[in-house]
């Protein structure tokens, strides 16, 4: 038996609306950045603040030192005071705050050293 074709045109809107529907949902939905991972290294007083000498951190691929720093600052606030005297390093090289992070980079927080 062949479909009436009111239940193709039944059939027919249901395909379009739910079309519509996933059309509509997927431009409300942000594409998000890729998500890296980082190894922060923390040196002297800072690996006494944070408690332990290194970790990992989720950013978006391209996030500066200066955005990983502000986002570790703010699961420890205790930090803070360091930023204005912290030298930051890339992959075991000095780098500038505003230096993009990629996955896998090893980040270092490292405060002024004093010593004789």
């Not at 290294?41 to 290194?54: A, D, H, Q, S, T």
């Not at 691929?61 to 360091?82: C, M």
């Not at 930023?83 to 090289?93: D, P, Y």
Request: aromatic fraction near 8%; charged fraction near 20%; proline fraction near 7%.
């Amino acid at each position: 038996m062949e479909p009436s074709a009111t239940s193709l045109a039944i059939r027919s809107a249901v395909v379009a609306l739910a079309a519509t529907r996933r059309a509509r949902y997927n431009l409300i939905v942000e594409a998000a950045a890729p998500a890296i991972r980082v190894k922060v290294l923390f040196f002297g007083r800072l690996k006494e603040v944070v408690g332990l000498p290194e970790q990992s951190a989720d950013l978006f691929d391209g996030a500066s030192i200066e955005e990983l720093f502000a986002r570790v600052a703010s699961r420890y606030p205790e930090l803070t005071p360091f930023r204005a005297s912290l030298v930051a390093s890339r992959n075991q090289e000095f780098a500038a705050w505003a230096t993009p992070l990629h996955s896998g980079d090893e980040v270092a927080f490292l405060p002024p050293v004093s010593g004789g």
